[in-house]
C-alpha cells in the first residue's frame, strides 16, 4: 500500500508537469489551425490507450489483487 501512495504521488507530479507542455503545444497548433488532425491524432491515442488498459488479462490481474 505504500508503494500504491508513491506512484500516485508520481504520477500526479508527471502529469501537473506535463499540463503546461501539452497546453502550449496544442495552443501553437491550434492558432494554425489544423484542428481536425490534431483531435483525430488525441482520439486516437485515447482510444489506444484504453484498449490496452481493458485487456482482459490486465483486468483479470486487478481484480485478483484488489479481492485479497
Request: glycine share 8%; proline share 3%; aromatic share 16%.
Amino acid at each position: 500500500d505504500e508503494y500504491k501512495g508513491r506512484v500516485f504521488s508520481m504520477i500526479g507530479t508527471l502529469g501537473m508537469i506535463l499540463m503546461p507542455i501539452g497546453t502550449i503545444i496544442y495552443g501553437t497548433l491550434y492558432e494554425k489551425g489544423i484542428y481536425f488532425p490534431i483531435n483525430l491524432f488525441s482520439s486516437i491515442i485515447i482510444l489506444v490507450a484504453v484498449f490496452f488498459s481493458l485487456n482482459t488479462i490486465i483486468l483479470t490481474r486487478s481484480f485478483e489483487e484488489y479481492n485479497k
